[in-house]
């Protein structure tokens, strides 16, 4: 979910070829969730193999990453690790909301209302270890980098475009600018539109690009400011305080400077301990072990790991292979051109 700061943040479109030859890290929860959303049959099922197992997030990955890649973006995908204790209260309001989307999800398919069943489904996807495992196991074939964060993904991604190992974060909340991403791409691995459930309609989506900087400026505040107006709206790790929106919040934020003012000021006070909520996004847990290099496309392994195990089409295998294999083609010799 992250923290609502759309009415506050200001972007620019940019098409995928904006990005070529860039680096771009992606919180590979978001990603992956997405996938498990929105890669459904009509009824709302994720797709499966034929022992039951699903494999959305597998074709999420396998052919919307080698589009990304066909672009000559660079992608490196990061893992969460184990979250912030002040984050179980909104995992477990996450899991209530799922249960009760499984039940209308399947009250609409009993009605034959497939419109509404699918709307309700998207709300319902789980993600395993098991599923992280198969697709970091696909990752490593493709030639994909990627990273296991100590806590947050997010956090992660920022801290390695903050220290300038790629050229942004990716990811479809806002939170990576709390983090300190310099800057952020939201919507890369969405293909074309987002099904907005309650207009029952879709509209079509093209990249945005955020840059702190330039967020920060316009909104005359710094970025320990933006952390705090973050917490008087509410974040994953509080509550955030009643009738306080962004625009408000905003506005104390600049009288006032900061929380302990504006408590002090409007007698307010929060739930949670505010330090350890700062100390989230402003000294987040990241690691430096970590490694960016893109390997090679492992066609034996792709194949007998989607096609021969989980039932993809072998003949859309193949062409796949055959772009990444052009992709790392292209960059080994522009990393042997480097050296003369």
Same mark, same amino acid.
């Given at each position: ?8 943040? !200001?972007?620019?479109?940019?098409d995928?070829?904006d990005?070529?030859?860039?680096? &771009? ?18 009824s @709302? ?16 990955? &396998?052919?919307?990453?080698t ?5 000559? &973006?660079? =992608? ?12 179980v209260?909104?995992? %477990? ?15 609409a ?13 998207v ?11 198969? !697709?970091?196991?696909?990752? !490593? ?18 801290? %390695?475009?903050? *220290?300038? +190992? ?10 990576? #600018?709390?983090?300190?991403? =310099? /800057? ?17 309609a ?7 690009l955020?840059?702190? *900087?330039?967020?920060?400026s316009? #909104? ?8 705090? #107006?973050a917490? #008087?709206v ?8 009643e009738? &306080?929106? =962004?625009?408000?919040?905003? *506005? ?5 400077g ?14 949670? +301990?505010?330090?350890?909520? /700062? ?11 970590? +490694?960016? *290099?893109? @390997? ?7 194949i ?16 796949v292979?055959? $772009?990444?294999? $052009? ?9 042997? +051109?480097?050296?003369?």
């Open positions: 979910m992250g923290v609502n700061l759309k009415d506050l943040v !200001s972007f620019k479109k940019i995928f070829t990005l070529s030859g860039k680096i &771009i890290v992606l919180d590979a929860y978001n990603v992956l969730y997405q996938f498990l959303a929105l890669i459904r049959t009509e @709302g099922e994720p797709l499966r193999d034929s022992r039951g197992r699903i494999t959305s997030h597998l074709n999420g990955l &396998i052919f919307r990453l589009r990304l890649i066909e672009y000559g &973006i660079k =992608p490196v995908l990061v893992f969460d690790g184990k979250p912030p204790v002040a984050k209260k909104t995992l %477990m309001k996450r899991e209530e909301i799922k249960q009760k989307a499984e039940k209308e999800w399947k009250e398919l009993e009605k034959g209302d497939y419109e509404k069943a699918w709307s309700k489904a709300q319902t996807s789980r993600f395993s270890k098991e599923m992280a495992e198969e !697709s970091k196991k696909l990752l !490593s074939y493709m030639g994909i980098p990627w990273v296991q964060a100590p806590s947050e993904g997010e956090a992660q991604a920022a801290y %390695m475009a903050l *220290k300038g +190992d790629a050229w942004a974060s990716s990811s479809r909340d806002y939170d990576s #600018l709390l983090f300190g991403s =310099p /800057r952020l791409v939201r919507y890369l691995t969405i293909s074309g539109k987002r099904f907005l459930r309650k207009q029952q879709y509209y079509k989506l093209t990249p945005e955020i840059e702190l *900087k330039e967020l920060l316009k #909104l005359g505040i710094t970025r320990e400011q933006l952390v705090d #107006l917490i #008087l509410g974040t994953d790790y509080n509550e955030g305080v009738r &306080i929106g =962004p625009k408000t919040a905003l *506005k104390l934020i600049k009288n006032y900061s929380i302990e003012r504006i408590m002090e000021e409007k007698k307010i006070e929060l739930k949670e +301990d505010l330090e350890e909520i /700062r100390k989230i996004f402003l000294e987040p847990e990241v690691t430096d072990d970590y +490694d960016i *290099k893109w @390997g090679e496309c492992d066609e034996e392994n792709i007998r790991f989607l096609c021969d195990e989980r039932d993809f089409n072998r003949k859309r295998i193949e062409l292979i055959n $772009r990444l294999k $052009r992709f790392h083609a292209e960059t080994t010799q522009k990393t042997l +051109d480097s050296w003369f």
